[in-house]
């Protein structure tokens, strides 16, 4: 008779995050009402393109003057009650974490990153049927073309093919919007990065 083993957490499949992970204004990273503030938005999509309504999205970004250190604050908790207090409202943390919602749609409140180059903010991807988390890029190319190599130079970008490219690009759209659709595989998957 052969032992059951039970499955050890990296072996399961989530998600487990509903209870503690998403914190409120998770996404509201630009002090409210800033003038500079843009809105990075999207769905994140499976292998057949249907939309994933339970993922979780964490985000990380220079600060517009290109500084890396973000202000402490994204998850304050008040030291009294020990309930959440959140952000304070008016300093830049670069910190972001957002559930997507029943119709797979996520979106981020933020302030254009001062990233040398052709800036970006880091996209870490934690849904169902993903043992491990997945690690991307959303960049904000100002109507550029991402097929062209007009871009400026990314070390990244420069060393993909141009349709690869392309997934990694956040379409600029009105009123300050950003699109960045994440697609977990298939046709048009969104590159992702391995680090070691």
């Known amino acids: 008779m052969t032992e059951r083993l039970l499955p050890t957490p990296s072996h399961t499949i989530g998600p487990f995050y509903g209870h503690a992970l998403p914190f409120p204004d998770g996404g509201q990273v630009a002090p409210q009402g800033h003038p500079e ?4 938005h999207g769905y994140v999509l499976d ?6 309504p339970d993922a979780l999205l964490d985000f990380w970004q220079a600060a517009p003057d290109g500084s890396l250190k973000g202000a402490p604050g ?7 009650t020990g309930g959440f207090l959140g952000r304070s409202g008016v300093d830049f943390t670069g910190f972001g974490r957002v559930a997507t919602d029943a119709d797979g749609r996520y979106a981020l409140h933020t302030l254009p990153p001062g990233n040398a180059g052709l800036p970006y903010i880091s996209v870490c991807v934690f849904a169902r ?3 491990h988390h997945l690690f991307t890029r959303a960049y904000l190319a100002d109507g550029a073309d991402p097929l062209l190599d007009s871009l400026p130079a990314d070390p990244l970008l420069d060393s993909l093919p141009a349709d690869r490219r392309a997934t990694l690009i956040a379409a600029e759209g009105t009123n300050r919007t950003y699109r960045f659709d994440i697609r977990l595989q298939g046709e048009g998957e969104t590159v992702f990065l391995e680090f070691q």
């Open 74 to 80: 994204s998850m304050r908790r008040d030291p009294s």
């Open 129 to 131: 049927g993903l043992v």
């Open 37 to 40: 503030a843009i809105t990075l």
């Open 47 to 52: 292998g057949a393109g249907e939309v994933i």
